[in-house]
């Protein structure tokens, strides 16, 4: 016994003092050792070997708790967190305890098969051993998962740094970012007066840099000004947001007008003026930071670190909580109450009233007008026949206003609301969804995302924004969604007949999901969906499988024109 524990120590021993020079693939003596194990029996055994099968999970066990350990063994170096060290040496410890009971309890096994009959004898023995290691495993995953995350958010960090910062500070890395000596004298208020520069500092400050062009849209100035209005809430939280245009091109006399709208449209910080902002600048912004064209929100800690080098995601999903746009702070918030029905619908705040009023909701909308008066008569005639309380919101894409209107202003028990096309409600609920599929697939990325049930249900959500007609409904009782294409919600709702027997049931919502999962079957079966994302490279996603048959979706390049003055292009 303890010429194997001196065997196994030495294991780790070696593995400590080569840390760099072994590779993972090489196999350590260990690894030999247990092969031969394994491979010592040289007869089929009578129960034809049934009994070897703990033997074997065993033997899995030691090496994947090896094969871990060997992981940790090799990068601790890059862990600079003192609890994962302690919590790794505390599991070292223990690891080589139950390796040495496991290749004790296996040797001994294989030294006593050609006399047992090649039967193992003890299973349970092994089945126990095999248990605490895999107990061992499962804890060394989860620090593995957690020191891989450490190791991307440093690898994030140092490759979007500002270079030749001057000290530790925020105020630093813009003077760095700027190639400016003093501060005071390259930002102003948004809207501000000249007499108000003289009170910016923005020394030991969060620092959000909202990278843009001219064409940033109103909606997300009108979005971003809440957020920062509920960030400034917080006497102690030291946070600033500061504008900064990127222009190409000549500056003109439109180019100046349209900076001064928009100035007065923001209520933080900006640049006095976007032509002093250098090439170089512009040139860092673009290759480092992957600014195109789309507006990106940068995080600078209180060190002029980057912390997120694109928090517009975190923001449109999270808004003020996501302060301070860290990894750590986003992964705390999915790790949260991360209610799929509260993020969808969190881009009105009067859906949350409408459901605490005991109401259902039911939000639905495309280009097809007479399909939105069909399903508007269909839900009132189920509502008033089962006596349920239904709020209705119609998102807007439709350009027929006239029929719209004689669909709003019918006098029935549902009255829909419609939100215009171009309202700022319609806007985020589409923007929140990208930023929602988007920021899960970062999240998703180490491992296999596709099959997520949220994730699915978010680019089936997101797919009715190119659809000719779609519904999702909400009840107050429940936190699931249950939606679908417009002839399949039609369908369930005027064939209610088949489903209100189940509506005061404790798994109704359940149920008449489930219901309408069935009838794509009977309808028109899988439908072609489309998912357009509004982002640029940085943010693009390879490849992505339909929501509906997971095939792979073809990806094609769209070119849209955004009405931007020819002299901002380059």
Request: net charge positive; proline share 5%; hydrophobic share 45%.
């Given at each position: 016994m303890m010429m194997v524990l001196k065997r196994v120590e030495a294991l780790f021993i070696t593995l400590r003092k080569s840390l760099g020079k072994q590779e993972a693939s090489e196999a350590p003596d260990f690894y030999i050792y247990i092969s031969l194990l394994s491979s010592s029996v040289t007869r089929k055994p009578k129960d034809n070997w049934e009994s070897m099968d703990p033997l074997y999970r065993l033997i899995r066990a030691m090496f994947e708790v090896t094969s871990a350990a060997h992981f940790f063994l090799k990068n601790i170096h890059n862990f600079i967190s003192e609890s994962l060290k302690d919590e790794f040496d505390s599991l070292v410890l223990f690891s080589i305890y139950w390796i040495t009971r496991g290749v004790f309890a296996s040797s001994s096994q294989c030294n006593a098969l050609p006399k047992n009959g090649y039967i193992i004898q003890d299973s349970q023995n092994l089945m126990d051993i095999c248990d605490k290691l895999n107990s061992i495993y499962k804890r060394l995953q989860s620090l593995e998962k957690n020191g891989r995350q450490y190791m991307d958010d440093e690898k994030i960090a140092e490759a979007y740094q500002i270079p030749h910062k001057q000290g530790p500070d925020s105020h630093y890395a813009l003077m760095a970012l700027f190639g400016i000596s003093e501060e005071l004298n390259f930002f102003s208020p948004c809207g501000g007066t000249k007499s108000d520069i003289s009170a910016i500092t923005f020394e030991s400050k969060i620092l959000l840099l909202l990278i843009s062009g001219l064409d940033i849209s109103l909606n997300e100035i009108s979005f971003l000004n809440d957020v920062y209005t509920e960030l400034k809430i917080p006497d102690e939280q030291e946070c600033e947001l500061i504008w900064v245009p990127i222009h190409r091109g000549?500056?003109?006399?439109?180019?100046?007008?349209?900076?001064?709208?928009?100035?007065?449209?923001?209520?933080?910080?900006?640049?006095?003026?976007?032509?002093?902002?250098?090439?170089?600048?512009?040139?860092?912004?673009?290759?480092?930071?992957?600014?195109?064209?789309?507006?990106?929100?940068?995080?600078?800690?209180?060190?002029?670190?980057?912390?997120?080098?694109?928090?517009?995601?975190?923001?449109?999903?999270?808004?003020?909580?996501?302060?301070?746009?860290?990894?750590?702070?986003?992964?705390?918030?999915?790790?949260?109450?991360?209610?799929?029905?509260?993020?969808?619908m969190g881009f009105d705040p009067r859906v949350s009233n409408m459901l605490g009023g005991g109401n259902w909701v039911i939000l639905c909308g495309g280009n097809d007008t007479d399909w939105i008066r069909d399903f508007v008569v269909g839900v009132q005639e189920a509502a008033t026949d089962l006596n349920i309380s239904i709020e209705m919101i119609i998102i807007g894409r439709t350009t027929d206003n006239e029929q719209i209107d004689k669909i709003m202003y019918s006098k029935s028990p549902v009255t829909p609301d419609y939100y215009d096309p171009h309202s700022r409600k319609t806007w985020y609920l589409w923007t929140r969804l990208e930023s929602l599929l988007i920021s899960m697939h970062k999240r998703f990325f180490a491992r296999d995302y596709s099959m997520d049930p949220s994730f699915q249900e978010v680019k089936k959500l997101l797919s009715y924004a190119s659809a000719e007609s779609w519904a999702c409904l909400i009840t107050p009782s429940s936190d699931v969604m249950i939606h679908g294409l417009g002839d399949i919600m039609l369908q369930a709702f005027t064939e209610y007949e088949t489903w209100k027997q189940q509506l005061h049931t404790k798994d109704f919502t359940k149920f008449f999901k489930t219901h309408i999962e069935l009838l794509p079957s009977q309808v028109s079966g899988y439908p072609c969906s489309q998912i357009i994302l509004n982002t640029d490279n940085k943010d693009v996603i390879e490849s992505l499988e339909c929501p509906y048959c997971v095939h792979a979706m073809e990806k094609q390049i769209q070119y849209r024109c955004c009405h931007v003055d020819s002299d901002e292009l380059e």
């Open positions: 000549s500056w003109t006399t439109s180019s100046e007008e349209k900076y001064k709208k928009l100035l007065q449209m923001m209520l933080w910080y900006t640049v006095e003026q976007p032509t002093v902002i250098t090439k170089e600048t512009k040139k860092f912004i673009s290759d480092i930071w992957k600014f195109h064209r789309k507006p990106i929100i940068v995080a600078l800690d209180v060190d002029g670190n980057v912390v997120c080098p694109n928090a517009i995601h975190l923001i449109h999903i999270w808004g003020a909580k996501a302060f301070p746009f860290t990894k750590p702070k986003e992964r705390s918030l999915w790790a949260g109450e991360a209610r799929l029905d509260i993020l969808v």
